[in-house]
């Protein structure tokens, strides 16, 4: 089964740029997209953005000016930054992996996700 | 984007009430909504995709139905465990938006 896994740091200073790596372990890195969403305290969730093992990237426009999202297939590793933080990107931050319905039925979901951390902007 | 509204945003039941939560699309999405389950600390969980389709483990009391921009998540039978916040989520484009959430709590 597979099981993702967020790392970085919990507090971040404004301006800065925050950095958070998501492991996958039990499955294959493959034919998924993987994705980072996050959520507000007291608020509701907000999808960042996936990258395919190729390289291949889909950000919200929201975000997009600030975002960028890697992955390390190598590590089974994928890692989001995300610059010029202010207080309002204070949230719990996810990682999860999308289905990609290569059969053509135009299925997709979310089926595992991170635990979630929580990376709090504040100097 | 698609906006996506569910009703309502918390809900007070009891153990073995039978609970309907609604996430209505701002335009029609086909099929294509999930329903996830979250609690504090916890990674959240698939509950339905395909709107209708049961998720592999999630118990049967739990269903969805709907099309277009109408959808019901139901729980037949609340247990104590199902004490959590719901959302609803379309795949129908990106970017990926989920409803606000609904909160079951203890009456």
């Known amino acids: 089964q597979v099981q993702l896994q967020e790392s970085g740091p919990g507090l971040v200073k404004p301006s800065e740029t925050l950095s958070l790596t998501c492991t996958v372990s039990?499955?294959?890195?493959?034919?998924?997209?993987w994705s980072w969403i996050r959520q507000p305290p007291g608020k509701g969730l907000e999808w960042i953005g996936y990258?395919?093992?190729?390289?291949?990237?889909n950000y919200n426009s929201s975000l997009k000016s600030r975002v960028t999202i890697s992955i390390d297939t190598s590590k089974n590793q994928f890692s989001l930054r995300l610059s010029s933080v202010t207080a309002a990107d204070t949230a719990v931050y996810y990682c999860?992996?999308?289905?990609?319905?290569?059969?053509?039925?135009?299925?997709?979901?979310?089926?595992?996700w991170g635990q979630g951390t929580l990376v709090t902007v504040s100097s | 984007d698609i906006q996506l509204t569910q009703s309502p945003s918390f809900l007070s039941a009891s153990v073995g009430d039978r609970v309907t939560i609604t996430c209505r699309a701002s335009q029609g999405i086909s099929s294509y909504l999930a329903w996830y389950q979250t609690a504090p600390g916890k990674a959240p969980k698939l509950l339905i995709y395909a709107a209708s389709t049961l998720q592999s483990g999630v118990p049967s009391r739990f269903s969805g139905s709907g099309s277009g921009t109408a959808f019901t998540l139901t729980i037949s039978s609340l247990q104590p465990e199902d004490f959590a916040t719901y959302y609803c989520l379309q795949h129908n484009t990106y970017p990926r938006t989920f409803g606000q959430g609904t909160k079951v709590e203890i009456k």
């Open positions: 999860a992996r999308e289905i990609v319905p290569w059969d053509g039925s135009g299925i997709f979901y979310f089926d595992s």
């Open positions: 039990g499955g294959s890195f493959s034919s998924y997209y």
């Open positions: 990258i395919y093992y190729s390289g291949t990237t």
